[in-house]
């Protein structure tokens, strides 16, 4: 694993250092696109600010008079839109999120909101950092991100904020930025969760047991922490759930919920005729039973309710793979229609379960703030790391760039700013979440930043010179879940996608066995395109569509100016660089 840092020399003629355990690489990168900035928007004049240093250094104060605002920063793990009543799914109907849509009533919801990098450890150094993943160094689950990078934090604290991060955390390296802490080990257990803490032994030796359901007990403590406070700066409170993240055991108040229900399927599960590419499928569809962990039988390694495959057999003994045929304990000879829908009803109902506990958590968090007559003084903010799959396209889990994963949720109530909109289709990733907490209270974003501060929509105007797309890269190769590395372009109407189908590191890598074996296969190369101004759940790949080449033609341009103006063209990668030359006309 590389863990790069990246010096801005200049805008457009950048220095970039890479540097991994082994070895430091020293090379530079030309911006050809020279009327637009590192962030992805046309100059400015004033926005053009990239001077070297820390971002400590280097954050400039525009002014002090909305410091005294709180920060509440809500975050789940794997809470798709999906799974959200405001964001109007096939699953509205069932009202799984009343806290979150009242929330939503009081504040500004974001429509299109999406990650840079669709899984957990990658997407949460997005926030942190302002930065793509190539960038703060985190490009897989394997990636760290030390204290001297937990750019939020440092700067929240620098601002005048007492800080705390409660829950999940899933970084390794010690959240030393907060001022406080209560993380979770790794990915964390769903009950009775050991907690990582400040003690007086070194990180991570400080351990506390707690007794209960982890969205219970991380409210539980992030309540405390607040009650308990003696500070009288504001605070800056990360609250970050376990749930709903698989394997989606909820706590036993919700056995019942929607047990008589017949939850909805979306159309998608079944009907797959023209979605996909050989990239996704294979050729003629020989890839149909490895590609993309699924609901149905149709993954031979990862599915839903079972493992066939011997090695998973071997891995689940070891604890590395969660079984999830053991846990949905699905009859194996039903018919393949009748698996699937059993099994799409009964992890739906987990999922759910899960989610209402999330929500009912934070009506408890929301409950206090306006309790303790703070909730004027409280910007809330409620996010999860990225989407996930509710069986759409036959897919579980995430990392895909496909809406459902890109997609994340984003509802921000800031008091006092009568002229926020309702609802914003402002195109924002998380690398611009930073940037805009800290554009929240006066700080102007540092030069270290790629993403952008969008709180003027809070203000009721448009952020100047805007971006029109946003950026998309998972880097994995076939590991975990099957899905073939790629990277693409979503704007308004469209999404190009490219599947490269290769690891960073080439013949692969990774830290168990069978890891170093998926991200060693490759897949074969293929685009995607879909119209989401008429087929908004991508359900027909247009890529060979004659009346899409102009646009085509145009994306392609777009994608590779993104990916100069990142700085994300592979200079380190040669194999992927020359497989993206070598099918880039396609
Ligand atoms: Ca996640």
Same mark, same amino acid.
């Given at each position: 694993?590389?863990?790069?840092?990246?010096?801005?020399?200049?805008?457009?003629?950048?220095?970039?250092?890479?540097?991994?355990?082994?070895?430091?690489?020293?090379?530079?990168?030309?911006?050809?696109?020279?009327?637009?900035?590192?962030?992805?928007?046309?100059?400015?004049?004033?926005?053009? $600010?990239?001077?070297?240093?820390?971002?400590?250094?280097?954050?400039?104060?525009?002014?002090?008079?909305?410091?005294?605002?709180?920060?509440?920063?809500?975050?789940?793990? #794997?809470?798709?839109?999906?799974?959200?009543?405001?964001?109007?799914?096939?699953?509205?109907?069932?009202?799984?999120?009343?806290? +979150?849509?009242?929330?939503?009533?009081?504040?500004?919801?974001?429509?299109?909101?999406?990650? =840079?990098?669709?899984?957990?450890?990658?997407?949460?150094?997005?926030?942190?950092?302002?930065?793509?993943?190539?960038?703060?160094?985190?490009?897989?689950?394997?990636?760290?991100?030390?204290?001297?990078?937990?750019?939020?934090?440092?700067?929240?604290?620098?601002?005048?904020?007492? =800080?705390?991060?409660?829950?999940?955390?899933?970084?390794?390296?010690? /959240?030393?930025?907060?001022?406080?802490?209560?993380?979770?080990?790794?990915?964390?257990?769903?009950?009775? /969760?050991?907690?990582?803490?400040?003690?007086?032994?070194?990180?991570?030796?400080?351990?506390?047991?707690?007794?209960?359901?982890?969205?219970?007990?991380?409210?539980?403590?992030?309540?405390?922490?607040?009650?308990?406070?003696?500070?009288?700066?504001?605070?800056?409170?990360?609250?970050?759930?376990?749930?709903?993240? $698989?394997?989606?055991?909820?706590?036993?108040?919700?056995?019942?919920?929607?047990?008589?229900?017949?939850?909805?399927?979306?159309?998608?599960?079944?009907?797959?005729?023209?979605?996909?590419?050989?990239?996704?499928?294979?050729?003629? #569809?020989?890839?149909? #039973?490895?590609?993309?962990?699924?609901?149905?039988?149709?993954?031979?390694?990862?599915?839903?309710?079972?493992?066939?495959?011997?090695?998973?057999?071997?891995?689940?003994?070891?604890?590395?793979?969660?079984?999830?045929?053991?846990?949905?304990?699905?009859?194996?000879?039903?018919?393949?229609?009748?698996?699937?829908?059993? =099994?799409?009803?009964?992890?739906?109902?987990?999922?759910?379960?899960?989610?209402?506990?999330?929500?009912?958590?934070?009506?408890?968090?929301?409950?206090?703030?306006? $309790?303790?007559?703070?909730?004027?003084?409280?910007?809330?903010?409620?996010?999860?790391?990225?989407?996930?799959?509710?069986?759409?396209?036959?897919?579980?889990?995430?990392?895909?760039?496909?809406?459902?994963?890109?997609?994340?949720?984003?509802?921000?109530?800031?008091?006092?700013?009568?002229?926020?909109?309702?609802?914003?289709?402002?195109?924002?990733?998380?690398?611009?979440?930073?940037?805009?907490?800290?554009?929240?209270?006066?700080?102007?974003?540092?030069?270290?930043?790629?993403?952008?501060?969008?709180?003027?929509?809070?203000?009721?105007?448009?952020?100047?010179?805007?971006?029109?797309?946003?950026?998309?890269?998972?880097?994995?190769?076939?590991?975990?879940?099957?899905?073939?590395?790629?990277?693409?372009?979503?704007?308004?109407?469209?999404?190009?996608?490219?599947?490269?189908?290769?690891?960073?590191?080439?013949?692969?890598?990774?830290?168990?066995?069978?890891?170093?074996?998926?991200?060693?296969?490759? =897949?074969?190369?293929?685009?995607?395109?879909?119209? +989401?101004?008429?087929?908004?759940?991508?359900?027909?790949?247009?890529?060979?569509?004659? #009346?899409?080449?102009?646009?085509?033609?145009?994306?392609?341009?777009?994608?590779?100016?993104?990916?100069?103006?990142? *700085?994300?063209?592979?200079?380190?990668?040669?194999?992927? *660089?020359?497989?993206?030359?070598?099918?880039?006309?396609?």
């Amino acid at each position: 694993m590389k863990a790069l840092t990246m010096i801005f020399a200049s805008a457009l003629g950048i220095s970039v250092q890479v540097a991994d355990e082994m070895s430091v690489i020293k090379f530079n990168v030309t911006n050809s696109c020279e009327d637009c900035d590192l962030r992805g928007s046309k100059l400015s004049g004033a926005s053009a $600010d990239f001077g070297a240093g820390s971002p400590i250094e280097g954050a400039s104060w525009v002014g002090s008079s909305k410091i005294s605002k709180n920060i509440l920063f809500i975050m789940s793990d #794997d809470h798709t839109t999906q799974g959200i009543g405001v964001y109007n799914s096939h699953l509205s109907a069932l009202d799984p999120t009343p806290t +979150l849509d009242k929330l939503a009533t009081e504040g500004t919801i974001f429509r299109l909101a999406h990650s =840079t990098n669709a899984i957990c450890s990658p997407s949460r150094a997005a926030i942190l950092t302002g930065q793509y993943s190539h960038v703060n160094g985190v490009l897989d689950l394997h990636g760290n991100l030390p204290s001297e990078r937990q750019y939020l934090p440092q700067l929240l604290k620098k601002a005048g904020y007492e =800080t705390a991060i409660i829950g999940k955390w899933h970084l390794k390296s010690e /959240p030393g930025a907060f001022d406080h802490y209560e993380v979770l080990r790794g990915q964390g257990t769903y009950f009775d /969760p050991e907690l990582r803490i400040q003690g007086d032994k070194p990180w991570p030796e400080n351990v506390e047991q707690t007794v209960g359901h982890s969205s219970d007990i991380i409210t539980d403590r992030a309540l405390a922490w607040l009650k308990n406070r003696k500070s009288d700066k504001p605070f800056a409170l990360f609250h970050h759930f376990k749930a709903p993240h $698989d394997m989606f055991e909820n706590a036993p108040r919700y056995n019942d919920y929607l047990a008589d229900i017949d939850i909805p399927e979306p159309n998608n599960l079944w009907n797959q005729a023209e979605w996909g590419s050989k990239g996704t499928r294979g050729v003629n #569809d020989s890839l149909r #039973d490895t590609i993309g962990s699924s609901v149905s039988h149709r993954n031979k390694y990862r599915n839903m309710a079972t493992d066939l495959a011997e090695l998973h057999v071997k891995l689940q003994k070891k604890g590395d793979v969660r079984n999830l045929g053991i846990d949905l304990k699905i009859d194996l000879n039903l018919s393949d229609e009748d698996f699937t829908r059993q =099994t799409y009803q009964t992890f739906i109902k987990r999922y759910l379960r899960c989610v209402k506990g999330v929500d009912d958590n934070i009506k408890r968090m929301l409950d206090y703030i306006d $309790d303790a007559g703070i909730a004027d003084d409280t910007i809330v903010i409620y996010t999860s790391d990225q989407g996930f799959f509710l069986g759409e396209h036959d897919l579980i889990d995430k990392r895909w760039m496909y809406e459902e994963a890109l997609n994340m949720p984003l509802i921000v109530k800031y008091p006092g700013k009568n002229q926020a909109p309702k609802q914003s289709k402002l195109i924002v990733n998380n690398t611009d979440f930073a940037p805009t907490v800290l554009g929240m209270i006066g700080v102007k974003t540092p030069s270290e930043m790629q993403g952008r501060d969008f709180s003027a929509v809070f203000e009721g105007k448009a952020p100047d010179n805007w971006r029109n797309s946003t950026y998309y890269r998972y880097w994995m190769n076939m590991a975990h879940h099957y899905n073939p590395a790629h990277f693409g372009i979503r704007t308004d109407k469209y999404k190009l996608i490219f599947f490269y189908g290769q690891h960073f590191v080439e013949g692969g890598s990774g830290k168990w066995p069978e890891e170093r074996k998926q991200t060693g296969m490759r =897949t074969p190369p293929a685009w995607e395109l879909y119209d +989401l101004s008429k087929d908004p759940h991508e359900n027909i790949n247009e890529y060979s569509n004659p #009346d899409y080449v102009g646009v085509i033609k145009q994306l392609k341009v777009e994608l590779a100016q993104l990916r100069e103006i990142y *700085q994300d063209t592979d200079e380190h990668y040669p194999h992927l *660089q020359e497989l993206v030359q070598k099918h880039w006309i396609d």
